[in-house]
Each structure stands twice: as C-alpha cells, then as structure tokens.
C-alpha cells in the first residue's frame, strides 16, 4: 500500500513475509530479474518514505540470502537440503500482537469469485440472519476480485473443503496458475460468478456498501440465493496453516 508502502493484508513493512515468498514462486529462481524488480521498488519507496532507514536490506538484502543464493541451504550433511525453518519468519520478539491473535482464531477458508470471472480466497466471511440474511467479509482492495465485484454489482461465495487446499493458496496468489486462476478445476458457471463444482455449496450475493477497514475493505452484502449441494467439511486457516475438523 502506497506511500507507506506496507501490505494491505498484514500491514507489515513490505515486502512481508508472505510477499517475498510470492515474489520467490513468481520470479522462479531468477535471481536477477526478481533484483531488478525489487530495485526499481526500492528507488520508488525511497522517494515515498520519510525514514528511509536500511531500505537496501528490506527490499533486496533477504533475495541474496547466505553464500549469495535465493534460499538459505544446510551442508552438515551429505548434499544440498533446503532447510525446514522459514528464512524469511519475523523474530518473535517482534510479531504484531494483534496479528497473533488473529492468527489464533481459527477462520474457515471460503472462495469469492465475480463475473469476468475474477476470485479471491478469503478467510474473513462472516453470514449475519435477519431480513434480508447479509454477509460481510474483509477484501484485498487492489485486487482483481474487488475490480469485478464493483463493476458487476454481485459475487459468489463458497465454503471450501480439505480437498480445496492448492486451490486456496492459487486463489491467494501463493501458487503458480499457468493459463489463468480458472484453467483448471471444475466450474459451474452462476449469474454471480463460477463456484467449484465439487463445493459443499455456495451462495449468490448483492453488493451493498464497501469501506475501507484497518489494511482491508469490509464488503457488505445481502444473500440474494443459496445452493448447499451437501454437507462436506470445512478447510480452516489457523495460525498461517490450514487445517481440517479432527472429531
């Protein structure tokens, strides 16, 4: 998020934790184009913030990582094993309390997707009964999801299940997509936007308002429709992980 160039989704400093990794998969291990990239950033963010302070290691001192490479790599054993701790993880001392407690509410993970088609995985829907039954959940406002949902007026959403996982993290911008978000899977096509065919179910919603809400968009809506095809299991994001129902 410009001029404070901090990320709309956790609002660390970026790039974050979860950028960097995105920029890892994006650039593919091209060490010199993801540098030129992040230098052109770097010579923007410089006219941008006040306290320009250590700017060269935020934006490209963690891509030359130990002995120059992208990854950090262990050699006490016989051949090369990328190590299994997170090299980019904030030091404890220094997490955002808050963004550690919302990391401890367990959240279900559900899929809003708009005509053009455009979606979004998002883990912040919330479903209010009354009359009319509304719902509201917090978006990326940069994203193509918001862009289609404004112009469109309504969007679909869609609790995912266990079996939903490589497609919530392509949908998050955490995993590659060649051909398109919707190249693969199966699709049923909805006046609101294409669902998975294997959902549990979704649900066609109105756009009513949108605001902006800490580093997000707070998207109100009415439900305008509901398809529940079964009762299947709910995938969950719980402390940067997602998980599934145990009992």
Excluded: K
């Excluded at 708009?114 to 912040?124: H, K, N």
């Excluded at 266990?162 to 909805?190: M, Y």
């Amino acid at each position: 998020m410009r001029p404070a160039w901090r990320c709309r989704t956790c609002g660390a400093p970026w790039p974050c934790q979860p950028a960097r990794l995105g920029l890892l998969r994006e650039f593919r291990g091209d060490r010199t184009a993801l540098l030129f990239h992040l230098g052109g950033l770097l010579a923007e963010a410089n006219t941008q913030l006040s306290d320009a302070t250590n700017l060269h290691g935020r934006f490209l001192g963690w891509v030359r990582g130990r002995g120059g490479t992208m990854f950090h790599v262990n050699h006490e054993q016989p051949g090369a094993e990328i190590h299994h701790t997170d090299p980019f993880a904030v030091p404890t001392g220094q997490r955002s309390p808050v963004r550690r407690l919302r990391g401890r509410l367990a959240a279900s993970v559900t899929l809003w997707t708009a005509p053009g088609p455009a979606g979004l995985t998002v883990s912040s829907t919330l479903v209010a009964e009354g009359e009319p039954d509304r719902l509201l959940g917090l978006v990326d406002p940069e994203s193509e999801l918001w862009a289609a949902v404004e112009d469109a007026g309504r969007f679909a959403v869609a609790p995912l299940g266990p079996r939903h996982r490589q497609l919530a993290d392509r949908f998050a911008g955490l995993f590659p997509s060649p051909g398109g978000l919707f190249a693969i899977d199966a699709w049923t096509e909805t006046p609101y936007g294409p669902v998975p065919s294997d959902a549990g179910g979704w649900a066609g919603c109105r756009l009513d308002a949108a605001r902006e809400y800490g580093w997000g968009l707070l998207v109100e809506a009415t439900i305008e429709t509901v398809d529940l095809a079964g009762d299947t299991a709910p995938l969950l994001h719980y402390r940067g992980r997602y998980r599934q129902l145990t009992d």
